[in-house]
């Protein structure tokens, strides 16, 4: 797949429904004689998973839907599994982002929903820092953060040095003076990170 946060999305849907299941530890207690005062009996006495995560739920349905939608107005039939309807829409989404205001549309849907998957299945630390050299300051400088420098919150990899100065072509958004590099540059940010090894070896 083309779009980055398309074929994320493609990736994550079934760990995603797994999630669903993994509720988070709440405590139990047998259904209790509430005209009894309370008493070592009532208290709760163990803790288990609950049955399901509700918040993991809305986004799938939000998810299913919205690809669903996005399948009719494309004029296909949404009569099949999500990651194959997410490979076909990323066969209509231009590369280029410019390109057309539908396909915009849809990878814009894409990169905010990728993040909140992300953020959702705890992906994405906010502040953590890499154990990497910056292939342009060197220094140990760059740190994860969510920000919303292109109209909404999404992760970036920031370096934070205060002395890093990429040329033009190597970083396409500065914030706060500081280079950073969204989420559908990380492939190739990690090429880069893994040649400063080679050079220096
Ligand atoms: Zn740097």
Redesign the pocket.
């Known amino acids: 797949m083309r779009n980055p946060d398309l074929a994320y999305l493609a990736e994550r849907w079934e760990p995603l429904n797994e999630y669903r299941f993994k509720g988070s530890a709440r405590p139990w207690r047998e259904p209790i004689n509430r005209w009894l005062p309370d008493t070592d009996e009532t208290v709760p006495t163990s803790s288990g998973a609950a049955p399901m995560h509700l918040s993991t739920f809305a986004l799938i349905e939000a998810i299913r839907a919205a690809v669903r939608d996005w399948t009719v107005q494309a004029g296909r039939t949404p009569e099949r599994t999500i990651p194959e309807l997410l490979s076909g829409l990323d066969g209509l989404v231009p590369v280029h982002p410019a390109s057309g205001s539908w396909g915009r549309e849809v990878a814009g849907w894409a990169a905010d929903t990728a993040h909140r998957v992300r953020d959702h299945l705890g992906e994405v630390g906010d502040g953590q820092r890499l154990k990497a050299i ?1 292939p ?2 060197w ?1 140990q ?2 740190v994860i953060r969510c920000l919303d420098a292109r109209g909404q919150v999404e992760p970036f990899v920031r ?1 934070e ?1 205060g002395v ?1 100065a990429p040329s033009e072509h190597e970083v396409s958004t500065w914030w706060e003076g500081l ?1 950073c590099w969204p989420v559908g540059d990380w492939q190739w940010l990690a090429g880069r990170l893994d040649r400063v090894f080679d050079d220096a070896a």
């Open positions: 910056c342009w300051c220094y400088s760059m370096c040095s890093c280079p």
